[in-house]
């Protein structure tokens, strides 16, 4: 089935991988490090895009997850570095995958208590009761002292992955990205079958999917947890881009861009949140070296798409969504 | 008047020049231009750029970025300036948590950073950098000058407050590091609180006979408006923070009579600091706050080390800036053990001049005052 | 006499004054068409909606197959075998009719948390439901979106999903309102056959339907059943007469 | 602690509550009328605080500057709503909140490109300077009490405004049938300008009385917005009674926990220690609130009619 969004998404997979690479090879690694910031912020989106755009499901407190797979990753290796034992005795780890393990059982557990009760309410309620949520957890994050508070937690050298030199940007990038494509393959597999199946349904008319027997609360709730655990994994990500981890990763703003960059790109599709993300974090570098006054401009930018762009430029390039 | 003391200055920065022919130096300048806080770092770079004009000195290079105060813009906008841009040195951070989020990784790259305000602790102790200089303070000093003060005066029972998150610890931490005895109430707020009714409540009814506070920006504009209309009428102390020149303004005749500490004021007499200030106000239109006379000092640290010493070459570089052989605004300057100032501390209150509200050195609290935590430093 | 599949046993419901439902007592025996008729604002899709569960009754039970529904949410009623259509037909607008039956087999096949295979290549999900369809006559319409059907293909698409659940009762509400009477005609021919694989509860405003399917009748006025009883039961009862003609005699 | 600094700290959290009340009045509004989620309530509030702050340096006068704000915000709330809101009524929630998100991008930075990052001075009216004496010996701000009144004043006028007027019968018809006003001739554009207007004053108001005793710079809206948002959903959207309950409850709750908490744990742990924790779980507070409100009442305390 090679229709104009399939080979639209394979033109972005193809060039999301093979600018970073000219570029590392031209002199240019800062883009290989602005291209591995698209591919995490892309991975966060598509983990909220699961549960918005699939699940009908606007949550404004997804940087919770964000932040909890950051400070995962932080903790995790500030332990290591000192040699103090978790809990438990429990040593922490410089390994990205025990890392991304933990990340993903964390968000999933807290996405899971979070979605226990938000989910309960709807619309604009549930808007706000995860705002709610996820600024309890920001604010918890500022004023603990144990893991820096407001002033973040450095890692010092960035994590290791067995048979990569991580502290390169090229293959830290390609690392993100492999991620990224298995977050988009899980999402199409998800999004296809008989689970994703029950949860567009749920979108659409929960009274008719509760109707048939399967219980929308349930899907709801699985998919709430499966969107914070790719989330969290992302953040993990992010926490070692930046070798830092700060409570802005929890902030209302982060939960608000998460949310920006799918609607830019376009709810539900596939490739949305990438090529929301591209678009957004390349505004940000570009208008910001022109101008003290980028997010003026940006916002007319993100205006114009909400008005006159619906769907999203994936929307706007390869027209509108079809389901079998 | 002006154009003399502009050519003497000058000339003398000149003469500090000629030795050896400055190399050219790229500087990377990380500051916060937009958002919550921005006047903070626009009057960081605008004193960094005063300092370059008033020197001559087109040998060094500046590429500004704005961080919008967050910590992974600030990471992304290092990471540009040492891959892409090359710069040899960064500066301009203003937050001690973008400071956390950038520094570290900065110097492990064997690039320079100089901090033109943010001092956090650990930066000055267990992880201090011989490729890492603080210029302004480390962040307890002000607060400790305060508790300095208050020993001094004999208030036998302040009440302080501070923000909840590590620089209000490390405030009231550093007040009490020099104030040991009792304390009428000791309160965390939330960090960006803007009502502080409860809080003033409970001053009134501690049987304080003082005020120490440290909150930085709004906050402490909102506090001290609110504690003015409130006749709780004690006196007030804090750092320089809340009673810098970019914020008596909005603060207005509520200000006056507070004692504050800070380690610069536009009243110090020497050369280079008139020189600062009238330059400034030509250039600028209005009078330079604390930061910028950070910025300012920072600025001449790099042009007095690169007159010395090829960039290129880092023992050079970096014994060149250790020297901290240039005319500093504050007077006496030098860099400790572990690269943080070892300076004077004045006390400060804020009067009216005229119609403008600003401060004047009414005492010094600190005389080459050094921080705590320059014996954890390993170096 | 067998036992009824379903026994709805003095049920209340009442929103502020007014009585919805008051005192409702009536039940479904296996094999027959129960027809619920009444005037327009008498009660009867809040008494489906009440045996369906999407709402809550305030007093009384509803027993099926011997158990109490009582506190059993929507979905889980509808797992033990009660089939709905809606008065106004309620279906996942942005699927096909396929896909929304779809949904009804992999429900009965308790298999909504599988995450990997694609259900569009899934044969056990796609053969009954097509099969389902193909009895309401809609297999030539399978792939279209629900939403560009007309409204009777709405309706038969709604009962094939309650085939597709393999319901062992039906609660159908006015089934055959948008049809045309071509339309009628078959659906009453088709729901003639499936009496005879689970008992239907009907509510119809079709007359003719009504009279030419039900087993028993009964009336629901003001929200209380003023009779229950056979097709000439009811069209001789006095009571009724009344309430539908405003016939004093 | 004695009984007049807990009546003290009471009073405080009602004057606190009163506030929010203001900021959420509009909002819940604007949202129940016409089911718009408006992000950008924030920047209509520092509009009125930046307008009050000008004209007050201006002409000498707050109350011309406080006449000011409301002229200010309700003109920038129509232009808003004529030229981008009234595309958005028929949109989801989704496209809302992006849209008025990038007004507050919009609104903040435009406003720092005019007055610049330096925050501005505006003062209390002289007629409402200092205290007056509490029962029990302790004192209160006069002014802190003279926005305890505008905010009973702002409810009460709300609700005569909806019980008893024309416009108020419409804003009702609007809340339950959006498509019946309009059958019925009402004109529906017009109306839904006006009440964005209206609820753009109430902030401007709102930003001008507490821009008096807080502080008049960029992004002063965000961090009431939020908690405004927390008010009117535990009071039910769109519901004004609702708003107000809300509000107090918000307010009294964060004024005790914050007063209260760090006391409860000096209990058991040292004093600095008990500040700091004490003060991290009264930051929490209010959104624990919200979550248990939400958890028991998922369409808040007086949900409004859907």
Same mark, same amino acid.
């Given at each position: 089935m090679a229709n104009r969004e399939t080979i639209f998404n394979l033109a972005v997979a193809l060039l999301l991988l093979a600018l970073p690479i000219a570029a590392n090879y031209a002199g240019e690694p800062f883009y290989v490090t602005l291209a591995t910031r698209i591919a995490i912020l892309s991975l966060a989106a598509v983990g909220l895009n699961l549960a918005? =755009? *699939?699940?009908? *499901?606007?949550?404004? =407190?997804h940087a919770a997850f964000f932040g909890i797979g950051g400070y995962t990753a932080g903790i995790l290796a500030s332990h290591a570095f000192s040699g103090d034992p978790l809990i438990f005795g429990l040593p922490g780890t410089k390994q990205m995958i025990v890392i991304w393990l933990v990340a993903m059982i964390a968000g999933g557990i807290v996405a899971f208590l979070i979605g226990l009760i938000s989910l309960r309410t709807a619309g604009v309620y549930f808007i706000m009761i995860t705002l709610a949520f996820a600024q309890m957890i920001f604010y918890f994050a500022i004023s603990w002292?144990?893991? =820096?508070?407001?002033d973040g937690l450095p890692i010092f050298v960035r994590n290791q992955f067995p =048979?990569?030199?991580? *502290?390169?940007p090229l293959p830290y990038f390609l690392i993100c990205y492999a991620l990224l494509a298995i977050g988009l393959i899980l999402f199409k597999l998800i999004a296809d079958s008989r689970f994703g199946a029950a949860l567009q349904a749920t979108r659409q008319n929960e009274v008719r999917v509760a109707s048939v027997g399967i219980p929308p609360y349930r899907i709801r709730l699985a998919a709430f947890v499966i969107s914070g655990m790719f989330t969290a994994i992302a953040g993990a990500l992010f926490a070692d881009l930046n070798r830092f981890v700060s409570p802005s990763m929890l902030s209302w703003h982060l939960s608000g861009e998460l949310i920006v960059l799918i609607i830019l790109g376009g709810?539900?599709? *596939?490739?949305g949140p990438v090529v929301g993300a591209a678009i957004y974090v390349l505004l940000e570098f570009w208008l910001g070296g022109i101008t003290e006054r980028w997010q003026f401009f940006l916002g007319l930018i993100l205006l114009g798409v909400v008005l006159f762009a619906r769907g999203g430029v994936v929307g706007l390039i390869a027209g509108r969504a079809r389901h079998g | 008047m002006k154009k003399t003391l502009g050519a003497l200055a000058l000339g003398l920065t000149l003469g500090l020049s000629a030795p050896a022919m400055a190399e050219n130096v790229k500087v990377g300048m990380i500051t916060t231009?937009?958002?919550?806080? &921005?006047g903070l770092g626009i009057d960081v770079r605008d004193g960094f750029m005063l300092a370059l004009k008033n020197a001559g000195a087109n040998n060094i290079e500046v590429v500004t970025e704005d961080d919008a105060r967050k910590p992974e813009i600030a990471v992304q906008l290092a990471d540009k300036m040492i891959q892409?841009? #090359?710069?040899?040195i960064l500066t301009g951070i203003i937050w001690s948590n973008l400071a956390m989020a950038v520094v570290p990784s900065v110097v492990a790259q064997d690039k320079f950073y100089l901090s033109p305000n943010a001092g956090p602790s650990p930066l000055a102790g267990? #992880?201090?950098?011989?490729?890492y200089f603080n210029v &302004?303070?480390?962040?307890d000093n002000l607060h400790e000058a305060m508790g300095a003060y208050a020993t001094k005066e004999g208030f036998a029972k302040p009440f302080i407050m501070a923000p909840n998150y590590p620089a209000g610890t490390d405030a009231l931490t550093g007040f009490k590091r020099f104030y040991t005895g009792d304390l009428a109430g000791e309160v965390y707020t939330q960090l960006g609180?803007?009502?502080?009714a409860a809080e003033i409540a409970q001053i009134r009814a501690s049987g304080a006979d003082s005020i120490f506070f440290f909150l930085p920006g709004g906050m402490g504009i909102a506090f001290m408006k609110q504690y003015a209309q409130s006749d709780v009428g004690l006196p007030v102390l804090g750092p320089a923070f809340s009673f810098s020149q970019d914020i008596l303004g909005a603060v207005g005749?509520? &200000?006056?009579?507070v004692k504050n500490s800070s380690?610069?004021?536009?009243?110090?007499?020497?050369e280079a600091n008139k020189m600062f200030v009238e330059t400034f106000q030509a250039e600028y239109g209005r009078l330079p706050s604390l930061y910028a006379s950070q910025g300012y000092d920072t600025a001449n640290l790099i042009i007095a080390a690169a007159a010395k010493a090829d960039v290129k070459d880092a023992d050079a570089f970096r014994a060149a800036l250790k020297e901290a052989d240039f005319a500093s605004v504050r007077g006496d300057f030098k860099f400790g053990n572990n690269n943080h100032p070892i300076q004077d501390i004045y006390v400060r209150e804020v009067v009216k001049e005229g119609e403008v509200i600003t401060n004047k050195i009414? &005492?010094?609290?600190?005389?080459d005052h050094q921080d705590a935590y320059a014996g954890e430093c390993g170096m | 006499m067998a036992d009824p599949v379903l026994a709805i046993s003095e049920l209340s419901k009442t929103f502020g004054a007014l009585k919805?439902?008051?005192d409702v007592s009536l039940d479904l025996k296996p094999g027959e068409i129960h027809a619920l008729i009444g005037p327009n604002g008498a009660g009867k899709s809040t008494l489906i909606n009440q045996v369906a569960g999407t709402l809550k009754p305030d007093t009384g039970s509803i027993r099926f197959d011997g158990q109490e529904?009582?506190?059993?949410t929507v979905a889980e009623r509808a797992r033990r075998g009660l089939g709905r259509t809606f008065q106004v037909s309620s279906l996942?607008?942005?699927?096909?009719a396929l896909r929304n039956v779809m949904l009804a087999v992999q429900s009965v096949q308790g298999s909504?948390?599988?995450?990997?295979?694609p259900v569009m290549r899934d044969t056990s999900l796609i053969e009954p439901a097509m099969a389902a369809l193909e009895r309401v006559g809609l297999a030539d319409r399978a792939?279209?979106?629900?939403?560009?059907?007309s409204h009777g293909e709405r309706r038969q698409i709604e009962i094939a999903i309650a085939l597709a659940l393999g319901s062992r009762a039906f609660l159908l509400?006015?089934?055959?309102?948008?049809?045309g009477p071509e339309g009628s005609k078959k659906l009453t021919d088709f729901l003639d056959g499936l009496r005879a694989e689970a008992p239907i509860l009907l509510v119809e405003h079709d007359m003719n339907a009504v009279f030419a399917l039900a087993d028993r009748i009964s009336v629901l006025v003001y929200g209380r059943v003023i009779a229950t009883g056979t097709v000439d039961e009811i069209r001789a009862d006095p009571e009724v007469r009344r309430a539908y003609l405003g016939d004093e005699a | 602690m004695t009984i007049a600094l807990f009546l003290e700290q009471l009073l405080n959290g009602l004057q606190f509550g009163v506030m929010l009340f203001l900021m959420a009045a509009g909002l819940t509004l604007i949202f129940g009328v016409m089911g718009l989620i408006n992000l950008a309530h924030g920047s209509l509030y520092m509009v009125g605080a930046f307008a009050c702050a000008v004209v007050a340096a201006w002409s000498g006068s707050f109350w011309i500057g406080l006449v000011a704000s409301l002229a200010a915000a309700a003109a920038a709330g129509a232009i808003v709503e004529l030229v981008v809101?009234?595309?958005?009524?028929?949109?989801?929630h989704l496209d809302q909140v992006l849209a008025t998100f990038a007004l507050i991008l919009i609104f903040s930075e435009g406003t720092r490109w005019v007055f610049g990052s330096i925050p501005l001075y505006l003062d209390i009216p002289t007629l409402l300077q200092g205290t007056v004496p509490l029962p029990g010996g302790s004192r209160y701000q006069l002014y802190r009490l003279a926005i305890i009144g505008v905010g009973i004043a702002v409810a009460i006028g709300l609700y005569l405004l909806i019980t008893q007027t024309r416009l108020g019968m419409r804003i009702r018809a609007g809340e339950s049938d959006r498509e019946m006003i309009g059958a019925l001739g009402v004109d529906v554009a017009t109306l839904y300008t006006v009440v964005f207007a209206l609820g753009a004053a109430l902030a401007g108001l709102a930003g001008a009385m507490v821009g008096a005793i807080q502080s008049v710079q960029v992004g002063m809206g965000e961090p009431v917005l939020i908690l405004a948002f927390v008010v009117i959903v535990i009071g039910g959207i769109g519901s004004i009674r609702g708003a107000l309950i809300g509000a107090v409850l918000v307010g009294v709750t964060d004024t005790m926990g914050r007063f209260l908490l760090p006391q409860a744990m000096q209990l058991f742990l040292p004093p600095s220690q008990a500040g700091l924790i004490g003060g991290a779980i009264a930051s929490m507070l209010i959104y624990l609130l919200m979550a248990v409100v939400l958890a028991l009442k998922p369409r808040g305390l007086f949900p409004a009619q859907a």
């Open positions: 918005l =755009g *699939l699940g009908g *499901l606007v949550s404004f =407190g002292p144990a893991y =820096g508070g407001e =048979g990569v030199n991580t *502290l390169r709810v539900g599709r *596939l490739f | 231009l937009s958002g919550g806080g &921005a892409s841009d #090359q710069v040899d267990s #992880q201090c950098h011989q490729n &302004a303070w480390q962040n609180q803007t009502d502080y005749d509520a &200000a006056l009579g380690q610069w004021n536009k009243d110090i007499d020497n009414i &005492a010094t609290a600190f005389e | 919805a439902t008051d529904l009582t506190g059993l996942a607008p942005e699927f096909s909504s948390f599988r995450f990997f295979r792939h279209l979106p629900t939403s560009e059907l509400d006015e089934p055959m309102a948008g049809m | 809101i009234r595309r958005l009524y028929t949109r989801d």
